[in-house]
């Protein structure tokens, strides 16, 4: 075994290639590891970080699964009230792996300035409105105080306080359509927030403010609500946890996830899998390609070498194993690259945020990236164990070598 590693390291050694065909071939073969590995880190990364990004906005203004009214008819606007009394509010203790439910309401209005309007949705929340979610997406202000006495605070975002010239500590008209669609009610509000999510679809529609107000104009009792927002612990357990709330609920209730709700993005999202999955078998191909043709070059190169060791008795397994640590030793040192060049960039643009998106296409302003330590190893794990499975096959040529020919190989 030291004589084999020994014969390996000389084989791979800078002054032993200096001047041989099979320098260019090498560089070119750890290149295109360093570049494969950089490519798959990267896609990996980007591809992991922008689903999981996108799942938390969706989440931050919906909760995980969303427990309405059956007459409500998955309206976004609540038409009828929900008590607050049941048996899974405030804590959901029938299912585990939830950790938070809180009563939400919605009502459609109509938000009108000296020189624009825009149709919008006031979202009601209560004292036990988890403010952190959305925290994460304020750029000026904070979030209104619905814990104290009803107040006229709400939070709006960049998007609407650009179309309606509206800032910070402004004042507006808000007008709310009554139950019989005979009249109107009339709310003024003052922006204490503004937020910016990037997400088109919310960032064009919601306010957020005290529930009371929507129970006011509503003539709800205190005790009623448009609807409940669960969030659980593991998002990957959705779909079961949104079939054990459903069983858990009253027959007056129904439920759906977020998945469903927006099935169109979650779609979408999927097909990052596809493009990962892709990019990751192109890479691994391009990758052992060339390993392939290096490894094949330097068992030419080497032909009087590998006729020397099997006439002093070394056997054909031998003597492969000499050029498949050959071939290791090139692949970790594209890996080595691949992996500190791929990790230096995912740092840059979790840092500074480099590469900017389109919000109206990818629903974030930067793109996200998720660095994973277990991901990078295993990517770094297949891919040695690919390309040393693959150069199985082209080192077999070893066995056809024989000695008196090969001795006197030009």
Same mark, same amino acid.
């Given at each position: 075994?030291? %004589?084999?590693?020994?014969?390996?390291?000389?084989?791979?050694?800078?002054?032993?290639?200096?001047?041989?065909?099979?320098?260019?071939?090498?560089?070119?073969? &750890?290149?295109?590891?360093?570049?494969?590995?950089i490519m798959m880190v990267v896609s990996v990364a980007t591809g992991i970080g922008l689903q999981q990004k996108i799942r938390q906005k969706v989440s931050a203004f919906n909760g995980h699964i969303i427990i309405t009214?059956?007459?409500?008819?998955?309206? !976004? &606007?609540?038409?009828?009230?929900?008590?607050?009394?049941?048996?899974?509010?405030?804590?959901?203790?029938?299912?585990?792996?939830?950790?938070?439910v809180q009563a939400v309401a919605s009502k459609?209005?109509?938000i009108r300035t000296a020189t624009a309007f825009e149709g919008i949705i006031f979202k009601g929340v209560g004292k036990e409105y988890q403010s952190v979610n959305i925290k994460e997406y304020l750029v000026q202000g904070r979030f209104?105080?619905?814990?104290?006495? %009803? /107040?006229?605070?709400?939070?709006?975002?960049q998007y609407l306080c650009d179309r309606l010239g509206l800032h910070l500590g402004d004042r507006f008209v808000t007008y709310f359509m009554k139950e019989n669609n005979e009249g109107y009610n009339l709310r003024n509000f003052k922006i204490v927030g503004i937020y910016n999510s990037g997400f088109?679809?919310? !960032?064009?529609?919601?306010?957020?403010?005290?529930i009371r107000h929507i129970q006011r104009i509503n003539k709800w009792k205190p005790d009623q609500v448009g609807s409940f927002e669960v969030f659980i612990e593991d998002f990957t357990q959705i779909r079961?946890?949104?079939?054990?709330v459903y069983n858990e609920t009253a027959s007056t209730l129904d439920s759906q996830t977020v998945e469903n709700k927006f099935y169109y993005i979650f779609e979408w999202l999927k097909l990052f899998d596809v493009n990962i999955i892709v990019i990751l078998i192109v890479m691994i191909l391009v990758a052992t390609i060339n390993m392939v043709v290096a490894l094949l070059v330097l068992i030419l190169e080497r032909?009087?070498?590998?006729?020397?060791?099997?006439?002093?008795?070394? /056997?054909?397994?031998?003597?492969?194993?000499?050029?498949?640590?050959?071939?290791?030793?090139?692949?970790?040192?594209? =890996? =080595?690259?691949?992996?500190?060049?791929?990790?230096?960039?995912?740092? =840059?643009?979790?840092?500074?945020?480099?590469?900017?998106?389109?919000?109206?296409?990818?629903?974030?302003?930067?793109?996200?990236?998720?660095?994973?330590?277990?991901?990078?190893?295993?990517?770094?794990?297949?891919?040695?164990?690919?390309?040393? %499975? &693959?150069?199985l096959l082209p080192s077999y040529i070893i066995t056809k070598i024989t000695p008196s020919q090969s001795i006197r190989f030009d």
């Open positions: 075994m030291k %004589l084999e590693y020994f014969i390996a390291q000389r084989l791979v050694s800078a002054k032993d290639h200096k001047s041989s065909i099979s320098a260019p071939i090498i560089k070119i073969a &750890v290149t295109a590891i360093a570049l494969g590995i009214g059956y007459n409500d008819n998955n309206s !976004d &606007v609540s038409t009828q009230p929900i008590s607050i009394r049941q048996s899974f509010y405030p804590a959901f203790t029938n299912v585990s792996g939830i950790t938070h459609a209005g109509i209104p105080q619905v814990g104290s006495a %009803l /107040n006229e605070e709400v939070l709006i975002s088109q679809e919310f !960032d064009a529609n919601y306010i957020l403010g005290d079961q946890k949104g079939e054990e032909t009087q070498m590998i006729g020397i060791l099997k006439s002093l008795g070394a /056997n054909n397994w031998s003597v492969r194993k000499i050029f498949l640590y050959n071939a290791l030793h090139l692949i970790s040192r594209g =890996l =080595l690259w691949g992996n500190a060049i791929s990790i230096v960039l995912l740092l =840059l643009q979790k840092y500074f945020g480099i590469v900017k998106l389109n919000p109206e296409s990818y629903y974030v302003n930067v793109a996200p990236v998720d660095i994973n330590l277990w991901y990078i190893l295993l990517l770094n794990l297949g891919t040695v164990v690919i390309c040393l %499975l &693959v150069l």
